[in-house]
């Protein structure tokens, strides 16, 4: 690899066949390329600003970020605030997919908190472009799966291995899932405990990769975020 390229390339918790946790709500907020846009990043492989990273977004109010492609696409969930870019404007609870080679020039009236995944779908995908999803969670029902347990489904295709849910816990509810293609978990309300990586406070992240088991439980009752499959390729099989 040429010395440039080595030192254009990152790595933050980018050895995606181990577990890693985060917790968001101790970590500082960090400068990006826009003065009122700050981030705290949870993973990052490759070039500091084109790399695939995982981050929590803090967008001041009157913020603007330049225009920008997304050449192998971006997840966001608006966890508070308002997100908005020229295709509309997305309030708290608000889930975007934007597939491989969008758009957009992003900005916040009156600021926002967000989760951001990007440059999670590099290459051609076998399974066609996938779709671009806008959806309002606050909206959609919760669909019961098992007792204390309610989802919302963000995101299944079957051309795709990723599946992206939102995840409410009663109190006393307990989740477990196999988890044979990779899991991650950010929570965004309330408090859980995950078995051996322990508690998960409001704004805690938490990957496994595959293999390993999600074990979930919540004295309290929480709503969480959990995407699943999308760590395959590092599956070694």
Same mark, same amino acid.
């Given at each position: 690899?040429?010395?440039?390229?080595?030192?254009?390339?990152?790595?933050?918790?980018?050895?995606?066949?181990?577990?890693?946790?985060?917790?968001? +709500?101790?970590? $500082?907020?960090?400068?990006?390329?826009?003065?009122?846009? %700050?981030?705290?990043?949870?993973?990052?492989?490759?070039?500091?600003?084109?790399?695939? =990273?995982?981050? =929590?977004?803090?967008? *001041?109010?009157?913020?603007?970020?330049?225009?920008?492609?997304?050449? $192998?696409?971006?997840?966001?969930? =608006?966890?508070?605030?308002? %997100?908005? $870019?020229?295709? /509309? $404007?997305?309030?708290? @609870?608000?889930?975007?997919?934007?597939?491989? @080679? %969008?758009? &957009?020039?992003?900005?916040? #009236?009156?600021?926002?908190?967000?989760?951001?995944?990007?440059?999670?779908?590099?290459? !051609?995908?076998? /399974? /066609?472009?996938?779709?671009?999803? &806008?959806?309002?969670?606050?909206?959609?029902?919760? *669909?019961?799966?098992?007792?204390?347990?309610?989802?919302?489904?963000?995101?299944?295709?079957? #051309?795709?291995?990723?599946?992206?849910?939102?995840?409410?816990?009663?109190?006393? !509810?307990?989740?477990?899932?196999?988890?044979?293609?990779?899991? *991650?978990?950010? =929570?965004?309300?309330? +408090?859980? +405990?995950?078995?051996?990586?322990?508690?998960?406070?409001?704004?805690?992240?938490?990957?496994?990769?595959?293999?390993?088991?999600? *074990?979930?439980?919540?004295?309290?009752?929480?709503?969480?975020?959990?995407?699943?499959?999308?760590?395959?390729?590092?599956? @070694?099989?």
């Amino acid at each position: 690899m040429p010395d440039d390229a080595r030192q254009n390339t990152h790595r933050l918790n980018a050895d995606f066949a181990s577990a890693v946790f985060a917790d968001t +709500a101790a970590m $500082d907020w960090q400068a990006s390329p826009s003065p009122s846009v %700050f981030r705290k990043r949870l993973d990052l492989a490759g070039p500091a600003e084109a790399g695939r =990273v995982t981050s =929590v977004v803090r967008y *001041e109010p009157d913020s603007t970020f330049p225009s920008h492609e997304h050449p $192998d696409g971006e997840e966001i969930l =608006v966890l508070d605030g308002t %997100f908005s $870019d020229e295709h /509309g $404007d997305y309030p708290a @609870g608000s889930y975007l997919l934007n597939p491989e @080679g %969008f758009s &957009h020039a992003p900005r916040s #009236a009156e600021g926002c908190v967000l989760f951001v995944k990007l440059r999670q779908y590099p290459g !051609a995908p076998p /399974g /066609g472009a996938r779709r671009q999803i &806008h959806r309002d969670t606050g909206l959609m029902p919760w *669909e019961a799966c098992a007792t204390g347990i309610c989802q919302k489904v963000l995101y299944k295709e079957k #051309a795709h291995p990723e599946v992206m849910r939102l995840l409410r816990l009663e109190a006393g !509810a307990g989740y477990g899932l196999e988890n044979h293609g990779g899991a *991650e978990v950010f =929570v965004i309300s309330g +408090a859980a +405990a995950a078995g051996r990586h322990g508690a998960l406070k409001m704004g805690a992240w938490l990957r496994l990769p595959p293999g390993e088991a999600l *074990e979930l439980s919540s004295g309290e009752g929480a709503r969480l975020y959990l995407k699943t499959g999308h760590l395959a390729e590092f599956s @070694g099989d």
